[in-house]
T-cell receptor
Framework: TQLLEQSPQFLSIQEGENLTVYCNSS?????LQWYRQEPGEGPVLLVT?????EVKKLKRLTFQFGDARKDSSLHITAAQTGDTGLYLC????????????FGKGTHLIIQP | NAGVMQNPRHLVRRRGQEARLRCSPM?????VYWYRQLPEEGLKFMVY????????ESGMPKERFSAEFPKEGPSILRIQQVVRGDSAAYFC?????????????FGSGTRLTVV
């Protein structure tokens, strides 16, 4: 059973379109992070959200943490070919453990 | 600052040999984490270390795997008597404090192939 479910698994759209990808769980997370990973490289941190309902913007990327801290979304406006990559969400269950639980990711391809 | 450095980038081992993976965290980062990524699987937490201490090894297989982060030098993930199922990408991440608050900086990984 995957603790963090990401959807869609694959997404291919045209440059200039908008898109939203989702990260859902039945568990409550103390914090949630989004990463982007390119082939052959490690994940790169995009954002950390901590408060339920929190919204953070990073240029054309908007991240939202659900009110109940069980889900999150990433919205990209006017997608560019450089946005192509694997988008991973990762949550911390808090307490004494500091390891993250990762979803399997959304493979995003932006067609020129 | 070159970031989190992992070496080697690629490692090939025959079944039964030992694999040693090294990780030098970012300067100023005292928290180190190891993750494993299997094909078509998400990243799985293995172990969390601070200097000379293992803080959480709940994701580490009980046998053949060990990790250390000595006072001097890089963190080492050691896999003894490797088997084909150990083939994966192993990523190290570091953080200046608890990763869940500060976020992680990942290295480029070591791709282990067991033949």
């Amino acid at each position: 059973t995957q603790l963090l479910e990401q959807s869609p698994q694959f997404l291919s759209i045209q440059e200039g379109e908008n898109l939203t990808v989702y990260c859902n769980s039945s568990s409550v997370f103390s914090s949630l992070q989004w990463y982007r990973q390119e082939p052959g490289e490690g994940p790169v941190l995009l954002v950390t959200v901590v408060t339920g309902g929190e919204v953070k913007k990073l240029k054309r990327l908007t991240f939202q943490f659900g009110d109940a801290r069980k889900d999150s979304s990433l919205h990209i406006t006017a997608a560019q070919t450089g946005d192509t990559g694997l988008y991973l969400c990762a949550g911390s269950l808090g307490g004494g453990a500091d390891g993250l639980t990762f979803g399997k990711g959304t493979h995003l391809i932006i067609q020129p | 600052n070159a970031g989190v450095m992992q070496n080697p980038r690629h490692l090939v081992r025959r079944r039964g040999q030992e694999a040693r993976l090294r990780c030098s965290p970012m300067k100023g980062h005292s928290h180190v984490y190891w993750y494993r990524q299997l094909p078509e699987e998400g990243l799985k937490f293995m172990v969390y270390l601070q200097k000379e201490n293992i803080i959480d090894e709940s994701g580490m297989p009980k046998e053949r795997f060990s990790a250390e982060f000595p006072k001097e030098g890089p963190s080492i993930l050691r896999i003894q008597q490797v088997v084909r199922g150990d083939s994966a990408a192993y990523f190290c991440a570091s953080s200046p404090g608890q990763g869940r608050s500060y976020g992680y900086t990942f290295g480029s990984g070591t791709r282990l192939t067991v033949v």
